[in-house]
């Protein structure tokens, strides 16, 4: 279960301003179908995590636990720090050929290729040795705070500064990267 939860938690906080965030409140107020969206959404995540999360397993597996250890700690402090700055949503009009479903699969699939929230998954996947787990508790992450830009973005901007958010997260990673720092200095 920690692999999971640990996922989920990280994930989810993360995403919050996140560009894929943004991609998920735009889709959902341009189609009005926020079940639709949320499919492709899950559709999109499943594909990139699993794929993610098999890249980590293999590299974990690959590579000695000391040096693991140190690169994850690396890595998620890098990634604390570039969740302090905001992301912007760089949307180019473009028709409409594929449908809701379709359009938001295609559109968070190429969304996530290299963000924070993929690379966060080899790394969790590297750490927890588990692709289905972790893809569970990333993609359980990613519907959450997705859905909340679905089905109720407005309102939660409104209340909750995302420069709040993006502190609260980055916090989080720093606390993974010093889990993995303290881990690799004890297999020393």
Sequence with gaps: MEPIFSSFLLVAISEMGDK???????????YRRP????????????LNHTLAAAVGTWVSAHVPARVMGAILAATFIGFGFWTLKPDTLEEKE???????????????FLAEMADKTQLATVALAARYQ????VTVGTTLGMLASDGLAVFLGEKVAARVPMKWIRIAAAGVFFAF?????WGALQSA
Excluded: E, H, Y
């Design 177 to 181: 990267g010093g889990v993995s720092a």
């Design 130 to 133: 588990s692709i289905a787990l």
């Design 94 to 108: 473009k028709p409409d050929r594929f449908g809701p479903f379709l359009t938001t699969t295609i559109l968070f």
């Design 20 to 30: 894929t965030q943004l991609l998920a409140f735009s889709l959902a107020t341009k």
């Design 35 to 46: 079940w639709i969206v949320m499919s492709g959404i899950l559709a999109a995540t499943i």
